[in-house]
């Protein structure tokens, strides 16, 4: 019985709704539920034997056939992390983190085992690779998240490492046909800075049932969200202008929007990926 758990439960959804008849709560779940990004590190060392640990816990995730179409490149140089960072848009906890990992869709390997075993690799050229590949990557990272949190150590992925692909394939010398698709940062959470567990979306909003539920269903509760989180915001000072609704929107408003992102499939293009 873990009475944390239903705590997490209840601060998901803001307080609001309460954790459901349940007797198999549970320190996972717990841990699973009490998620939340950490932006601010302490500088005190990782202990011997993380990487190795989380890698195992990453490569212990579900692999598309088993083709483990993802790697994993950590980077500890303080001047590549500083570059990284400013690829980043200026993320200083990737320079500051104990630990920076990044994921990496990985067809190369693949396609060289192809080649070694003097067999054609055409099919490395097809969307559904990359994506095998990207999926992959993100199931072994959140299994290495959530090794992470359980000891106690802080996390935040690092999406941003899109914003410049090229670049960063280029400062980790990736080979044609392997993605960085996401960092995360690792490590001691700063006492001074802790953070929230943040709300999300009510059930109701994101389970369906048996078929896809219309979008009208969920205004209610959407503009229930949007209240909640103006609460979020301020209770945490986010400084965030406006609704989890206008910002979210805003995301996709335009071309311009995704700040760079609208050129991944050229830059995927040029870095050996068909996509056909
Ligand atoms: C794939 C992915 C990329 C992300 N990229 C960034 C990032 O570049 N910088 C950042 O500060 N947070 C990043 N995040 C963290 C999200 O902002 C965060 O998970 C979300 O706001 C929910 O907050 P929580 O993780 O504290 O629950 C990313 C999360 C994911 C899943």
Known sequence: MSNRAQEHFGERYGGEGAAPRFEQWNEVIEALLGHRSVRRYTQKPLPEGTLEVLVAAAQSAPSSSNLQLWSVLSVQDPERRRRLAELAGGQAHVRDCGLFLVWLADLRRLGDLAEHRGVGHEGLDYLEMFVMGVVDAA?????????????????????????????????LG??????????????????????????????????????YGAFERSVGALEAYDRLMERFYANERMGVQGSWSRHSAARVESAQALRGRDRLRAALSSMGFGLR
Do not use: M
């Open 139 to 171: 199931l072994a990272a959140q299994n290495a998240l959530v090794a992470a949190e359980s000891l106690g150590l802080g996390t935040v992925y690092i999406g941003a490492l899109r914003n410049h692909p090229e670049a960063v394939a280029a400062e």
């Open 174 to 211: 990736l080979p044609p046909q392997v993605f960085a698709t996401f960092g995360l940062c690792v490590g001691w959470p700063d006492p001074a800075t802790p953070a929230s567990i943040k709300p999300r979306l009510s059930q109701e909003v994101v389970l369906h049932h048996e078929r």
